[in-house]
């Protein structure tokens, strides 16, 4: 055999393989290979389920509480602000800073009035000094006055005693003594009125001083406050979504310049139709009778997770078009390192457990196949030796859902063998291969 007529006989044979390959992979030609997972069974209340939307707890649009320009901004569109979540006692206390306006002025005015404010504290220290001092001194010219009123009197008497009695003293010794006696008695009056003045007007002096000092000092407080102002601060932990001003930028009284929202926790809106709330509400209600919560299941196709919430609130009023009442559901968002695991807008299957507890069957969600007017899956079957041989559809209604599991309503049974993988062009009764049996939990 020559070169050309071997290269020729591989030629043929690499052909027939593959007419080979191309046969077996068409449908209904030999087995197929598939992976298989159990039906399981689990108890579970029966459930109403909802398309709802994740919403921040709280979400604020801050505007600014005085005119100004901008001097710097501090955080932008996505970054994480803290508040109460803060090891530092100062932004614990009044937020983290975003934006700082420009203050200059406002420094000059709080200046000038901590000095006059130092000048009046001055007064007032020096007034707490100089009364006292100045009553004292009142009341010994008071004492003084009444010792020369005494000696005067007394001079006065004997004079016209001896005037009385026509020896040793004349008409115009005895007017000079009573002359001096009655300037005496008024220089004392003068006194005691002085005296009595100063304790009169001593509360009320120290009280004006101390009033102008505390007037002062509330005048600073109220400079200093307009100045925090100046500063635009987080009002909560949580994150910046927006932001509406830059560095120059003159802002307005009142003008909106960041929206913050918090996101944890965090809450997933829905609304349940008017036919429904009645039952939801005795069910919220018993729970909170008991003490505890009403649990609901929140899951995120867009994460991949299923969380455990609970309903936080049924607003008493319908939406009037769809005759809706709104819920929420509070819930844990799970951090990661860039941030919350869950966003504001994300949609969430919601599933409350609101009914009596019934045993449910689940299969895995890559167990449905979808297309056309009813759900499917695909069932191996044993043949006489007890191995996977074939498969038969079974149609099937689906319910709530629990991470990748979903419970399915139909001719299955538990422990039946669906096909989840391999299943998308198996027809009824065809030969299969089964490579993996997946033994896995609802709790996985």
């Given at each position: 055999m020559n070169l050309s007529q071997r290269l020729l006989l591989v030629f043929l044979f690499a052909s027939l393989f593959d007419n080979v390959q191309k046969l077996r992979a068409q449908p209904g030609r030999g087995p197929s290979t598939v992976v298989v997972s159990r039906v399981i069974s689990s108890k579970m209340a029966s459930s109403m389920?909802?398309?709802?939307?994740?919403?921040?707890?709280?979400?604020?649009?801050?505007?600014?509480?005085?005119?100004?320009?901008?001097?710097?901004?501090?955080?932008?569109?996505g970054d994480p602000v803290f508040k109460a979540g803060s090891k530092d006692p100062l932004i614990a206390k009044m937020g983290q800073p975003l934006m700082q306006m420009r203050t200059g002025t406002l420094q000059?005015?709080?200046?000038?009035?901590?000095?006059?404010?130092?000048?009046?504290?001055?007064?007032?220290?020096?007034?707490?000094?100089?009364?006292?001092?100045?009553?004292?001194?009142?009341?010994?010219?008071?004492?003084?006055?009444?010792?020369r009123l005494e000696y005067s009197k007394s001079y006065y008497e004997r004079m016209q005693s001896l005037f009385g009695n026509g020896g040793g003293s004349s008409a115009n010794e005895r007017d000079e003594a009573f002359s001096k006696y009655r300037s005496a008695e008024a220089s004392l009056k003068a006194a005691q009125s002085a005296l009595q003045k100063l304790h009169g007007t001593k509360a009320k002096r120290l009280s004006q001083a101390a009033f102008a000092v505390a007037t002062q000092e509330a005048e600073i407080r109220r400079l200093q406050d307009v100045k925090t102002k100046y500063t635009i601060r987080a009002p909560f932990d949580g994150y910046v979504v927006s932001r509406m001003a830059n560095v120059g930028q003159w802002v307005s009284r009142g003008e909106d310049?960041?929206?913050?929202?918090?996101?944890?926790?965090?809450?997933?809106?829905?609304?349940?139709?008017?036919?429904?709330v009645q039952r939801l509400q005795e069910a919220f209600d018993s729970a909170k009778t008991s003490d505890e919560t009403l649990p609901a299941r929140i899951w995120i196709e867009s994460?991949?997770?299923?969380?455990?919430?609970?309903?936080?609130?049924?607003?008493?009023?319908a939406d009037l078009r769809s005759r809706s009442f709104p819920v929420k559901i509070r819930l844990k968002n799970p951090?990661?390192?860039?941030?919350?695991?869950?966003?504001?807008?994300?949609?969430?299957?919601?599933?409350?457990?609101i009914g009596k507890v019934k045993e449910s069957l689940f299969v895995e969600k890559d167990a449905l196949v979808l297309g056309g007017d009813q759900i499917r899956v695909f069932v191996a079957t044993a043949n006489a030796e007890g191995e996977l041989s074939t498969v038969r559809r079974v149609n099937v209604d689906v319910g709530a859902a629990i991470k990748n599991w979903i419970e399915?309503?139909?001719?299955?049974?538990?422990?039946?063998?669906?096909?989840?993988?391999?299943?998308?062009?198996?027809?009824?009764?065809?030969e299969v291969l089964v490579t993996e049996t997946k033994n896995t939990k609802l709790d996985d």
């Open positions: 389920d909802f398309i709802g939307t994740v919403t921040p707890i709280q979400n604020s649009i801050i505007g600014s509480a005085v005119d100004g320009r901008v001097e710097s901004v501090l955080a932008d569109e000059i005015e709080i200046d000038a009035a901590e000095i006059l404010l130092n000048t009046r504290k001055d007064a007032l220290d020096e007034l707490k000094t100089s009364l006292p001092s100045d009553i004292e001194q009142a009341t010994a010219t008071v004492e003084d006055y009444q010792a310049v960041f929206q913050v929202v918090q996101l944890d926790p965090i809450e997933v809106a829905f609304k349940v139709p008017q036919s429904s994460i991949g997770q299923l969380i455990i919430g609970e309903v936080h609130k049924i607003v008493p009023s951090t990661t390192p860039t941030g919350h695991l869950i966003k504001a807008g994300m949609l969430a299957n919601v599933s409350l457990s399915v309503r139909g001719g299955l049974a538990k422990d039946d063998f669906v096909v989840v993988e391999g299943n998308e062009r198996l027809r009824p009764g065809q």
